[in-house]
T-cell receptor, first 111, second 112 residues
Framework: GEDVEQSLFLSVREGDSSVINCTYT??????LYWYKQEPGAGLQLLTY?????DMKQDQRLTVLLNKKDKHLSLRIADTQTGDSAIYFC???????????FGSGTKLNVKP | EAQVTQNPRYLITVTGKKLTVTCSQNMNHEYMSWYRQDPGLGLRQIYYSMNVEVTDKGDVPEGYKVSRKEKRNFPLILESPSPNQTSLYFC???????????FGPGTRLTVT
């Protein structure tokens, strides 16, 4: 399968910005996603970006895509304790049948 | 309420004893999939289904079976579970051509 890689942990203080990074290998990806997983729950889609875009902003979330380096990032502005969760980067290919997930980044927000 | 349900949520079993984890969605989605989540490995796709009676392997299908006899249901079958199948399992569904998957709450399976 495709390789999607993320760092495992990130710790920030409440009110700071968080930046979670992800690299992927398949240049034929159609969409790239960020999912959030809270303790004991399934994954919820946070945001996505189409592969021909460079940036997408959605309230406190900013997604940046560097296609040349196959690098995706998620910036959370004004991080709150409620943002503490595991964040997964994922990609899908053109047919939307198969999805490839990273290992997840556990975000810890300190008060 | 639109949702994906899984049962059971927790299961402890012994090696070799056949088990089935059920998954059901009420959104009339064409696509469904099973994933397993393991520490440090993220989610890996086991099987997916594009419609009734149409299934295909994901990245880690060995040791698992699936069936899709009705659009809403997609059970995961472990004919002879082994300890290396101890994991957290998620079912997901989505519409054809859609980018958003909807996930169930997960089933934590322990095989001793």
């Amino acid at each position: 399968g495709e390789d999607v890689e993320q760092s495992l942990f990130l710790s920030v203080r409440e009110g700071d910005s968080s930046v979670i990074n992800c690299t992927y290998t398949d240049s034929s990806s159609t969409y790239l996603y960020w999912y959030k997983q809270e303790p004991g729950a399934g994954l919820q889609l946070l945001t996505y970006i189409f592969s021909n875009m460079d940036m997408k902003q959605d309230q406190r979330l900013t997604v940046l895509l560097n296609k040349k380096d196959k690098h995706l990032s998620l910036r959370i502005a004004d991080t709150q304790t409620g943002d503490s969760a595991i964040y997964f980067c994922a990609e899908s290919l053109y047919n939307f049948n198969k999805f490839y997930f990273g290992s997840g980044t556990k975000l810890n927000v300190k008060p | 309420e639109a949702q994906v349900t899984q049962n059971p949520r927790y299961l402890i079993t012994v090696t070799g004893k056949k088990l089935t984890v059920t998954c059901s969605q009420n959104m009339n989605h064409e696509y469904m999939s099973w994933y397993r989540q393991d520490p440090g490995l993220g989610l890996r796709q086991i099987y997916y289904s594009m419609n009734v009676e149409v299934t295909d392997k994901g990245d880690v299908p060995e040791g698992y079976k699936v069936s899709r006899k009705e659009k809403r249901n997609f059970p995961l079958i472990l004919e002879s579970p082994s300890p290396n199948q101890t994991s957290l399992y998620f079912c997901a569904s989505w519409d054809s051509g859609s980018y958003e998957q909807y996930f169930g709450p997960g089933t934590r399976l322990t095989v001793t």
